[in-house]
């Protein structure tokens, strides 16, 4: 095998803000070396169950060298086939780096090939069918999953499915136009399908709406965790999917904006899942029509709606069509959340940033094309990264790339050196800060010899 290495080099003038740095590199692959179907041809261990602290869990064969760990509260962990043997089957985590040997009754760990195996859990094969079809949900050719979560007071909304496939397919033009205007070719995203329609998941939920939200900011993250924890054990890990929720979690009572119990979160999952989640307060008649004409006509709609504020507005009683850009540009932002792009606040018109407030721009035949509403070129290549959007990706390629990072005295400048290293190539490199802030784009002086340097911090 091939490698490619490219050389980054940034200055920093704080030695304090260097070392918080951290990396996320997305890569492209273009022909990584794989255990071909054919080698394991008449072997029928494809499947290990083993009884753990989650309750059973599962070892699956899923194709190639891939391999998922299943385990009994619904997480999902990668691992690649390392080596195959009449005895025993070696499996590596990709980020983990623990190694794992399954035999015949038992399983066992290491973390280095210099240390002794250490027996973990009794178990032994068995087949699929051994596996809940609740757990065992495996992507089919990068298909976006829409889900609808419906706590036990409330009630579906009226023509739910057919405004949820109205927003998603609006979106999904947006996304594949924008990025077709920068050069790339992208391929559509694909969506669940059922009878020709999107597939619109109904998830009835165990608790009333209160239980799901909580309305102080920091406690955000608290939503998230129970409608995933849900999830989970109901519908599949968001790990091994591109998930998009719906959440009918919000409450009717006045608040300052919007309504209460509001929720809009995305969060990647590479390489092959993502998470985003959007109050469903938007599938109400006042914002969402049920065909793309109507739909239209309320982005333009200047009506007041009576007691409610729009987020970011400067007025009480805000018009509808503000609404309208919330809920349907918070759906497109949290999406480019959940496909790896972080926050960019460089200009008013980026999506990722708060352009989206902004979205009816696009729908508007007097706007200038280059005065739309989009992603920032650094963005746009994040999202080409995506499995769900790239064409030119070896899928079967699991191993992140070797990455270094010196620091090194320049005049009176610090100059952090990052060395990335693949054996198929990079495409994009972003760089996290580990405040526990929210990450977004910002200007830096970067030298490079490969193609995009995306960098974040905190604003």
Known sequence: MWKRTNRFSMQYRRVTHLLKVALLISVTATGLSQIADSAVAGDTRTTWEYKGGYGPSWFVHEEGKKWVIYRGDGQTFLYTEEQRTTEHIELRGPYTKLLIRLSDDRFETRRSKDQAWRRSAGGGWVTRENIPKHILQA???????LVYFVPTDREPA????????????????????DLRSKGFRPKPLDFEMRNGKMLVHLVRAEKPAAFYRKDAWPETTVQLKRIQGELLQKF?????????????TYGEEPVPEAWSGHI???SGQPPDGG???YSSWILKDLFSATNREQQVKLFFDETPVAGRKAFGS?????PRFEFVEDG?????????????????????????????????????????????????PENARM?????????????????????????????RALVAVINAEDQTGLRALLLRTLSGKVPSVERRSVERNSHLLSVSRPT
């Open 139 to 145: 992507p089919t050719d990068y298909q976006l999953r």
């Open 158 to 177: 009226l023509h739910y499915e057919t405004k949820i496939r109205l927003i998603m397919s609006m979106m999904a033009e947006l996304l594949h136009n």
């Open 236 to 248: 599949g890990d968001p790990k091994r999917h591109l998930t998009v929720v719906f959440a009918e």
């Open 264 to 266: 809009a979160l995305g």
């Open 275 to 277: 998470f985003a989640v």
């Open 314 to 318: 400067r007025q009480p009683n805000s």
């Open 328 to 376: 349907f540009g918070a759906e497109i932002h949290e999406l480019g959340h959940a496909l790896g792009c972080p926050h960019d606040y460089r200009s008013p018109r980026n999506i990722m940033g708060s352009g989206f407030r902004r979205l009816r721009q696009n729908l508007d035949p007097r706007v200038r094309s280059n005065s739309r509403i989009g992603f920032s």
């Open 383 to 411: 999202l080409m990264c995506s499995r769900y959007l790239a064409t030119d990706l070896t899928l079967s390629d699991y191993d992140p790339p070797q990455v270094t990072f010196d620091i090194e005295r320049r005049g």
